[in-house]
């Protein structure tokens, strides 16, 4: 039987019976005398904003069922179009503008848009590169429409002001394609629905004790459209959303102090470069309730940092979890800094908390192979290391157009579908959860399998170093592992002198003891474009090889 649930835009709709002259947007609008202006949004503003959208994208021909790209960075208008493009009953696509050219032409030609919304730079890159966009009959510009086709101006006015009747999906609806950050490969599309979305806002609140009237400091687009769902109002600072580790830590301040933020989500990047930045200058963020840190491994040193400039009960929480299921496990700075730190500390790992509430978390053998139906005898023995699995009401079902990689990442349990995290960890026995890197990134030797997290973890506490990268080269099976160290920019020891310290330290603790070639690498270690946080270690490893061919 065909039943219908909730559209996520109603959260956005209650909002604005409830508290409609409430800014739900903030955003800047340039800058007077070293100070940056201002632009707001009330809720009730953005109600009417995107109840016009909606009118004018259905008399556009946009409406249930309609794949449509956005690619636009946060604004006022950006928030209007996709809870419009809610509204109506689309399937809103997102993808990082900033992958690399083939794989966002890969992502787009699999979509296959009906529709697309951009910046003019993005409506350019459709002109030159036509394919992915045979079918595409909608095409608005954020800006003047200078390629053709309408204004998001034009749209609104086209709308009108009468409300809209948003669309009930049904059960299943897709409501979004939400690109992963393709640190691993070519970006996977995962089909999410309305009542994945609305689990996820459950979820989160539950979790971190979210109220409305808070405020939002967003320095992630696609958290930030969880804000105005959570009834906080959404501030969106002065930085390049494409860069968040370029993010200017003295705006992320202004803005946090201005607006009294009490709520923050930012990469390991961002709040790594906030927190340096904040020691150096004395900050302190008295108004900040909780800090939300996702996107890659959180070092313990970072969250220490970070912490240190918060007040009182507040705390950074390290949400685990991936853009195919958000958020899995969480814990917060507290406990890491006094219990869980020294476990990393001695090659166990980082832990990332107990499952929250509404996931099953479960541990299975390691296996490159998919696996189309569960059994309890997939289950690895307690405490050994494993490939995370999840299930849950935000779990998603399926990547769009790759049935391959949903056969690879799914496990069907009767109506169930578990998801698998990638990911490998091991619960301990107090019921929380350690990750211990990629599992596509573990390096098998001839003496066993090494994984990254817990061997770079160990050499990561020495103060001269920013971060490590363990990478295996040659055969599986015969790999030779190989620490790569990325030294802090202060660091003073020469180079020989702090190999010869990471390989003693490497020595006193039995996970990183077969890890014996340790090398200096020049430069920084090359990133994933979404939070620049993700080390590329596959690029790493072909790099080693290209070197040792060249020998």
Not at 58 to 87: D, N
Not at 135 to 164: C, M, N, W, Y
Not at 412 to 437: A, E, N, P, T
């Amino acid at each position: 039987m065909t039943t219908t649930t909730a559209n996520i835009a109603s959260h956005l709709e209650a909002m604005a019976a409830l508290e409609p002259k409430r800014a739900a947007i903030i955003a800047p609008a340039g800058s007077s005398g070293g100070t940056t202006r201002w632009q707001r949004l009330s809720f009730d503003a953005l109600q009417r904003s995107s109840d016009a959208y909606a009118h004018g994208l259905t008399k556009l021909g946009v409406g249930p069922g309609v794949k449509t790209v956005l690619m636009a960075p946060p604004g006022l208008e950006f928030f209007g179009l996709v809870f419009g493009l809610f509204k109506c009953g689309a399937i809103v696509v997102l993808i990082d503008p900033g992958i690399e050219r083939q794989a966002l032409l890969q992502c787009l030609d699999e979509v296959r848009p009906q529709a697309f919304v951009g910046v003019l730079k993005a409506q350019l890159a459709r002109r030159l590169f036509p394919k992915p966009f045979v079918d595409t009959k909608t095409v608005i510009t954020l800006g003047p429409a200078l390629l053709g086709g309408h204004s998001a101006e034009q749209v609104r006015a086209l709308g009108g002001s009468e409300p809209f009747a948003m669309t009930a999906p049904t059960d299943g609806q897709p409501a979004a394609i939400l690109y992963t950050s393709g640190s691993t490969g070519v970006p996977k599309g995962a089909v999410y629905t309305h009542d994945m979305f609305d689990a996820q806002v459950r979820t989160i609140r539950r979790t971190y004790g979210i109220a409305p009237g808070e405020v939002d400091l967003a320095t992630f687009p696609l958290f930030a459209l969880f804000g105005p769902a959570l009834g906080m109002t959404v501030v969106l600072p002065d930085m390049d959303f494409r860069f968040p580790a370029k993010a200017d830590p003295a705006h992320l301040v202004e803005a946090i102090r201005t607006h009294r933020c009490t709520t923050m989500f930012g990469s390991p990047a961002l709040v790594d470069n906030l927190g340096r930045h904040g020691l150096e200058h004395g900050v302190t963020l008295p108004t900040l309730r909780r800090v939300l840190c996702a996107g890659a491994p959180v070092r313990p040193d970072v969250l220490e940092r970070m912490q240190r400039l918060l007040v009182g009960d507040a705390q950074v929480h390290t949400p685990f979890g991936a853009t195919e299921s958000l958020p899995v496990a969480s814990i917060g700075s507290r406990e890491v800094l006094t219990e869980t730190a020294r476990g990393a500390a001695s090659g166990q790992g980082l832990c990332v908390g107990r499952p929250v509430q509404g996931v099953t978390a479960r541990i299975i053998g390691i296996s490159d192979e998919p696996i189309a139906t569960w059994s309890d005898e997939l289950q690895a023995p307690q405490g050994e290391i494993g490939e995370i699995c999840v299930a849950g009401t935000q779990v998603t079902h399926s990547y769009h157009a790759r049935p391959e990689a949903t056969a690879g990442a799914k496990i069907r349990s009767g109506d169930l579908v578990i998801h698998r995290m990638g990911d490998v960890g091991y619960f301990d026995k107090q019921g929380r959860l350690w990750m211990c890197g990629r599992k596509g990134h573990r390096v098998e030797t001839a003496q066993g399998t090494l994984f990254t997290v817990p061997i770079e973890e160990v050499f990561n506490t020495h103060a001269q170093v920013k971060r490590t990268a363990l990478v295996g080269v040659g055969p599986r099976g015969q790999q030779r592992p190989v620490l790569l160290v990325e030294k802090e920019a202060h660091a003073s020891t020469p180079d020989d002198v702090l190999l010869a310290e990471l390989r003693e330290l490497g020595q006193r603790i039995p996970a990183t003891r077969p890890v014996t070639d340790l090398r200096i690498f020049r430069g920084t270690f090359p990133v994933d474009r979404r939070h620049n946080a993700k080390i590329e270690r596959e690029k790493l490893a072909r790099q080693l090889e290209a070197e040792e061919a060249k020998a």
